[in-house]
């Protein structure tokens, strides 16, 4: 009877897992590289990454995590700091762990096209908890209704402002180590960081959480119904509050009739300083350093995720498994920056494998 009973829930298991799209996540690097040994030492890219259920559905997986976990995460930031950049634009750093030992680890966390410290709070609150790191998150211009004294911004950041909010960082804790996450759009930014420092980034590992990878292309992957919203939420949050700003460029007014990314993304490089497209894309765009990327990456999809499409990784697939300290890791499901798993009490996936990915490279 034991045995039988034993076969059934095996079969059940086996069932339930077939329903729910639970996999063991796949591998693109390097064999002989710098995640050869990685690959076999956490645990979670051996293992199926087992899917919330009733979360199984990319569209009910993202609207989960962006109307109701987003909003049901309390914590409460130590400080945020505004800064004034070079050029007189203002970012600031939302800072969770300040008053932790000096020492101790700092993760910088770049956030997502429309992120404030409220949307990122459960992301913080995971790395902090899983490592109990101090957590500074790079806010852009123009996001959490920051002042814009400068007719410029850019959708994916700048990395000349995530040099100075750097500076800032390690003149403010000298003895402590850095770490970086991109999420989402904030991959953009990472990337492109890395590409452009090479050797020289202050990082010791990073780790990107849903990239587009070529920003040129991406957004034409993003599905039809995200895209339309996600375009009406950047003019409502950054053209809109800020039209005395936007006088001074020509033509300004054109970016309010983008009825989608795709156009919103071809239309605004004068918002970014460039005076044409193409300036703006080879001064930004990821894809074109993403080779010269010397520390650590590992960078995870989901094959399923409606946003940032897994179609745009497959130009990169064979490049990215020549280059020594690359990782990428995909999973069945997760949908966009979800990746969440549990029933009732449903927790980030994606966190625990920053969080334990990161472990690898501390003292």
């Given at each position: ?296 990456l590992m960078i995870l999809n989901a094959e399923d995720d409606p946003v940032c499409h897994i179609q745009n990784f497959e ?49």
């Amino acid at each position: 009877m034991k045995v039988w009973f034993e076969k059934l829930t095996q079969v059940s298991a086996q069932y339930l897992d077939r329903l729910i799209g639970s996999d063991i996540p796949k591998l693109y690097y390097q064999p002989d590289g710098a995640f050869q040994h990685l690959s076999h030492t956490l645990p979670q890219l051996k293992s199926k990454y087992r899917p919330t259920p009733w979360l199984s559905n990319p569209h009910a997986h993202i609207l989960y995590f962006d109307l109701i976990k987003k909003k049901s995460i309390q914590l409460k930031y130590d400080a945020i700091e505004q800064l004034k950049m070079s050029d007189g634009g203002i970012t600031a750093i939302a800072w969770f762990g300040l008053n932790l030992p000096k020492d101790t680890p700092t993760i910088v966390l770049l956030h997502t096209i429309t992120g404030t410290p409220d949307s990122m709070r459960e992301l913080v609150r995971d790395l902090n908890r899983y490592n109990g790191w101090r957590i500074a998150l790079c806010l852009r211009r123009g996001h959490a209704n920051l002042p814009m004294p400068v007719p410029q911004m850019n959708l994916f950041g700048s990395t000349q402002d995530l040099r100075e909010q750097l500076l800032y960082i390690e003149e403010k804790f000298p003895e402590s180590d850095l770490y970086a996450v991109g999420s989402s759009a904030g991959t953009g930014l990472l990337v492109r960081y890395l590409g452009e420092e090479g050797e020289n980034t202050p990082f010791k590992a990073a780790f990107a959480l849903c990239p587009g990878y070529n920003t040129e292309t991406g957004f034409a992957n993003v599905h039809p119904f995200y895209s339309k919203v996600m375009a009406k939420k950047l003019v409502k949050k950054f053209i809109q509050p800020y039209q005395s700003t936007w006088q001074s460029i020509p033509a300004w007014q054109e970016i309010l009739l983008s009825q989608n990314l795709a156009e919103f993304e071809q239309r605004y490089f004068k918002f970014a300083g460039y005076d044409n497209y193409d300036a703006y894309t080879q001064a930004t765009n990821p894809i074109y350093v993403f080779e010269n990327v010397k520390i650590p990456l590992m960078i995870l999809n989901a094959e399923d995720d409606p946003v940032c499409h897994i179609q745009n990784f497959e130009p990169y697939k064979n490049v990215i498994q020549t280059m020594p300290n690359i990782m990428v890791v995909t999973t069945k499901k997760g949908s966009h920056c979800g990746f969440y798993e549990g029933f009732v009490h449903t927790e980030s996936w994606a966190s625990r494998l920053m969080a334990d990915y990161f472990k690898q490279y501390s003292a």
